[in-house]
């Protein structure tokens, strides 16, 4: 597969939504990031753009409450979801992120696939799983980035990830909607894969414009 079907340095921000309704027309085709919000979702972005402050950072996790996008070209964007599961976090502010995601994920046409972000010290964890199951029954793909690899040996790396993978086949027997890899920001371990991923899923997809009731 090419790895340069989609200029990803081409990126910009868009816009930030505070729910479905406000969210760009929903055509084309674009990727949403999502998993906790310690597990580097916004340094991911700015990793695979190599656009250093697009997506924010912040040593505080939890402080993204919005669904951000980030317009690749007007046919493809990427999407930073609201983190979930920081304990600091009010519970009404939780429970206002759960629905603006659930929302996004039930309605949004042109979803081409989900980028669930994983903490390879902490792997599959409740809401992980969650997401999982929902993606499987939606068929929607997901493919999770095994996060701050970097932070633990080779083989724990290799370890947890034949682990993660093992528990994808059992959730998914025919191999078509999950798939992983490890992935360090820190050390730009997993950006040519992550890029190929989303290549395919950012080319296959378009979806003409629909209304969103």
């Known amino acids: 597969m090419s790895k340069t079907l989609v200029s990803y340095q081409s990126v910009k921000f868009l816009m930030s939504a505070p729910s479905l309704r406000a969210c760009p027309s929903d055509l084309g085709s674009e990727v949403a990031f999502t998993?906790?919000?310690?597990?580097?979702?916004?340094?991911?972005i700015n990793t695979l753009t190599g656009v250093k402050s697009l997506a924010r950072t912040s040593k505080t996790p939890g402080r993204t409450q919005l669904i951000n996008?980030?317009?690749?070209?007007?046919e493809m964007r990427l999407v930073?979801?609201?983190?979930y599961g920081y304990a600091k976090v009010p519970r009404h502010v939780k429970g206002n992120w759960g629905i603006k995601v659930n929302e996004y994920l039930q309605h949004r046409q042109s979803l081409a696939g989900l980028i669930l972000l994983i903490d390879?010290?902490?792997?599959?964890?409740?809401?992980?799983l969650q997401i999982l199951v929902w993606a499987?029954?939606?068929?929607?793909?997901?493919?999770?980035?095994?996060?701050?690899?970097?932070k633990v040996s080779k083989s724990q790396?290799?370890?947890?990830l034949l682990s993660v993978e093992q528990e994808f086949k059992h959730l998914d027997p025919a191999e078509e909607l999950l798939t992983s890899q490890i992935?360090?920001?820190?050390?730009?371990?997993?950006?040519?894969?992550?890029?190929?991923?989303?290549d395919h899923w950012?080319?296959?997809?378009?979806?003409m414009p629909t209304q969103i009731l």
């Open 202 to 207: 950012l080319t296959s997809n378009f979806t």
């Open 183 to 198: 992935f360090s920001s820190t050390k730009k371990i997993g950006i040519t894969e992550l890029k190929e991923t989303l």
């Open 157 to 160: 790396a290799n370890n947890t």
């Open 80 to 83: 930073d979801l609201p983190g």
């Open 136 to 150: 499987i029954h939606a068929g929607v793909p997901v493919h999770a980035l095994l996060t701050k690899c970097d």
């Open 120 to 128: 390879i010290r902490h792997p599959l964890q409740t809401f992980d």
């Open 35 to 44: 998993g906790r919000s310690n597990t580097g979702k916004s340094s991911a």
């Open 69 to 74: 996008f980030f317009e690749i070209n007007p």
